[in-house]
């Protein structure tokens, strides 16, 4: 995952205060994703320092079709 650069436009009220934030679509997209894959290893670290069971693919598909019939 390559690190983007951005280059924001703040919008500032008239004491100069910052109040908002412009970015372009492709950056607002970029920046979205790098989040959403942060959030996704957060939780796959969690899952994997827990000390639960896991099942394979195979046995998953097994459990689900026997309760299907």
């Known amino acids: 995952m390559k690190k983007q650069k951005f ?13 908002a934030v412009q970015l372009g679509i492709k950056e ?11 959030i ?4 796959a670290e969690k899952i994997i320092t827990k000390k639960t069971k ?6 998953l598909e ?4 026997k309760k299907k019939k």
């Open 40 to 43: 996704d290893i957060k939780r």
């Open 28 to 38: 607002y997209k970029a920046l979205l994703e790098e989040v959403e894959d942060k």
């Open 54 to 59: 896991t099942h394979t693919l195979a046995e």
């Open 7 to 19: 280059q924001p436009n703040f919008l500032v009220n008239e004491s100069g205060k910052p109040i």
């Open 62 to 65: 097994k459990s689900l079709l």
